[in-house]
């Protein structure tokens, strides 16, 4: 049995190698691969010698040649096949152990492997009689199968084929990204996903559910401290939430920031002191919708904070940047089934992909980029200083609820949400709704223009005093007028926010 070792991760090789000798196995390897083996006093054959030609262009011509992919490729089942080897004098290759160059850690020109691929791709096309094994992850495996039944099976084979082909569908993909240079919409998407985790159903129990990812991200930093397994609603809200309490913060200055999410939308959000603060105040803006939410804290949740938020409605899910021992212990006496995730700070996303069945609408992120500095007073009456600060949470929470968005912020509470109506007088009536008298003197947020005077008119006579929308409708005029009329402040924004 001979085995191909040509690998640029030296990880496990070693190990690797003496098994296969003490097996039996006869060792070909490559450049720096023998000299590793070399180093350890593994026998073995160099590339070189079983090709009859020395490593040429500085390392980029090594492995590909007829008495390398030869052995690797021949299909033992045919006849043919065989003679051919026979005629050339070539043996078969019964297993290649090979990794990539770096690419993805060091991208260049000289990071792109040509050999590797090359090899990795024709042991597993040829997985019926060759195993592929390119991660050291799978070393010990393959090692101790080997031990115990002298071959690899096929559902081996086949799996390690599979992995093999995902490694190289990834390393191309990733080079693809390199020459799109940063191009928010490249001519051809590649992306590779691998599953991070599997839930116990999607959306609904009928469907099947999982996290994948492109690359290491917040999630992979996130230590769950109690609760049940996460869901998929769980991720997709905690994701957020959590998100939410980070662009809070932005605006935040030495305020603390509490968010409670359902259904992807803020029904509660607040600024404060100290967190327990915060999400009280969070919380007291609808707690009616809280029941079974997410609990989004930006901060360390300590004995106090953990014994305020017990005291609230049931939480699915609880994160922040981490918890004291403490407050684990009180929050699990609350209710063994609230997971409690202390978490990162969230990477930023590179682009949004949502799919239409066969087909993909792809966008960059909807970052808040104006503020203040950038805003248009439109009307005769300028917005004071607290209801500036009361503006630009409005804005922010509007911004990431469900059009049509109308929000309603007092003293840095969200008091009133109206998410997700066809009508945005509706939606207005609904945030005011809920705000009750809380609206008198309040703040108010629109995610997109007000195409007549109806919605603002509502806000105002609910009380709110100053409002934020991006303006852009033909109907400005009249709806600056409406709001001198009622002497409610009124800043254009000229950035739209719509969340489907």
């Not at 011509?61 to 096949?81: C, F, N, W």
């Not at 569908?169 to 240079?181: K, L, Q």
């Not at 049940?228 to 905690?238: E, V």
């Not at 007088?425 to 997109?448: F, N, P, T, Y």
């Amino acid at each position: 049995m001979r085995a191909l070792l040509s690998v640029h991760d030296k990880t496990g090789l070693l190990e690797l190698a003496r098994g296969l000798s003490e097996l039996g196995w006869e060792l070909v390897a490559s450049g720096n691969t023998a000299k590793a083996l070399d180093g350890a006093g593994v026998a073995h054959v160099l590339v070189a010698d079983l090709t009859g030609f020395p490593e040429m262009l500085g390392g980029r011509v090594k492995t590909l040649h007829p008495r390398v992919h030869g052995g690797i490729l021949a299909d033992r089942s045919v006849p043919e096949h065989m003679a051919d080897l026979a005629a050339h004098g070539i043996a078969p290759i019964d297993l290649v152990v090979s990794n990539l160059y770096p690419f993805e850690t060091f991208p260049s020109i000289e990071t792109i492997d040509i050999g590797g691929p090359a090899m990795v791709r024709a042991a597993a096309k040829n997985h019926a009689y060759v195993g592929v094994v390119t991660s050291p992850a799978d070393y010990a495996a393959v090692l101790d199968e080997l031990r115990d039944y002298g071959a690899l099976s096929d559902e081996t084979r086949r799996r390690l084929a599979r992995t093999a082909f995902a490694h190289t569908a990834r390393y191309d993909a990733a080079i693809v990204s390199w020459f799109d240079d940063d191009d928010p919409l490249p001519p051809s998407l590649h992306l590779t996903y691998e599953r991070a985790e599997v839930c116990r159903y999607g959306e609904n129990p009928h469907q099947h559910g999982a996290r994948y990812r492109s690359g290491k991200g917040w999630w992979d930093g996130v230590v769950q401290h109690a609760g049940s397994a996460l869901s998929y609603l769980n991720i997709f809200d905690a994701d957020a939430a959590w998100r939410l309490v980070h662009e809070l913060a932005e605006d935040a200055g030495e305020g603390v920031c509490a968010v409670i999410v359902k259904h992807a939308n803020p029904c509660g959000a607040a600024v404060a002191a100290d967190l327990a603060a915060a999400y009280a105040r969070a919380l007291d803006g609808d707690p009616v919708s809280a029941f079974g939410g997410i609990v989004a804290l930006g901060g360390e949740v300590t004995d106090e904070v953990a014994e305020r938020v017990a005291e609230g409605p049931q939480a699915d899910v609880i994160v922040a940047r981490s918890f004291t021992p403490g407050a684990v212990e009180r929050l699990v006496a609350r209710r063994k089934a609230t997971r409690l995730l202390s978490a990162p700070a969230p990477e930023r996303a590179v682009r949004q992909v949502r799919t239409l069945g066969t087909a993909a609408l792809v966008q960059d992120p909807d970052d808040v980029v104006s503020g203040p500095g950038r805003w248009r007073v439109a009307s005769a009456r300028r917005p004071t200083e607290a209801e500036w600060k009361d503006l630009v949470l409005a804005w922010r929470l509007c911004a990431r609820t469900t059009s049509n968005a109308i929000v309603v912020v007092a003293g840095g509470q969200a008091v009133g949400v109206g998410a997700g109506q066809q009508s945005r007088v509706v939606a207005a009536e609904l945030a005011v709704g809920k705000a009750g008298a809380r609206a008198a003197g309040a703040a108010g947020a629109s995610d997109g223009f007000f195409p007549f005077p109806d919605g603002l008119e509502v806000l105002a006579r609910a009380g709110v005093s100053a409002v934020v929308q991006p303006g852009g409708s033909v109907r400005d005029g009249e709806v600056v007028e409406a709001a001198d009329a009622a002497g409610v402040a009124m800043v254009l924004t000229g950035e739209r926010h719509f969340r489907h």
